[in-house]
């Protein structure tokens, strides 16, 4: 879950900025295969991480998510944003062509503000692919925006099942218990969601936000 709804228009901001920000091509050629981005991504030069994590985002499996997670904390700041995209991506791949393109229509109604239809072609997506973490995912979110919280709660206990280092997922409960007022349990996922991703730095504010709701209920109630 997390801002998930807005990463359509976020993915493929990754490789254009590759192509604007890191040195040209001729001097850092992406890899070719697996084996040259896994390598690239502990070379000394940053635009060769980048040209990695992008190859990755592109081509990688799920099997590669660890890769990307420990790019989360490089020191440098714009591999550290491609490789919180390029998870992403990698999460949106099922392994079934038919699959993500029902996901990325679902996705695209989700964004137009037509919850059932998105609603119900997740729904397809889970039956025929339940091992898949981002059908889960997506219809958290659409539960969410339609103010299904239980609903919601339950799909994201599905992503983190399968996938329990899912930063969107951990974020969404942080949402969700929020909007219930259980601002330990917000306080709690979202801490989560930075123990895995670090770069969120949204979340720090909503930590504080809800710490201060807690202090006003625990004054209330004396």
Known sequence: ?????????????????????????????????????????????PAERAEAVAW???YGRIVDQP???????????DVRTFAEQGLWLLWMRSGDPAIDRA???GTALM???RLPEAIA?????????????????KRATAYFLAGDYRRSLADCEQVIKRNPRHFGALSGYGQIYFRLEQFDKAIEYWRRALQVNPNMSGLQM????????LREKGARSI
């Open 67 to 77: 890769l990307l997670l420990e790019r989360l904390r490089d020191e440098d700041e």
């Open 111 to 113: 964004g137009a503000g």
């Open 56 to 58: 990755l985002a592109e």
């Open 121 to 137: 072609i997740f729904s397809e997506i889970i039956r025929r692919r339940p091992a898949f973490a981002e059908g889960w995912n």
């Open 206 to 213: 909503n930590i504080e936000a809800a710490e201060q709701r």
């Open 1 to 45: 879950m997390g801002s998930m709804a807005g990463h359509g228009k976020l993915l493929w901001g990754l490789l254009l900025t590759l192509t604007l920000t890191c040195a040209a091509p001729e001097a850092f050629p992406a890899p070719k295969n697996h084996a040259e981005a896994v390598a690239g991504l502990k070379h000394s030069d």
């Open 103 to 105: 996901l990325a229509e």
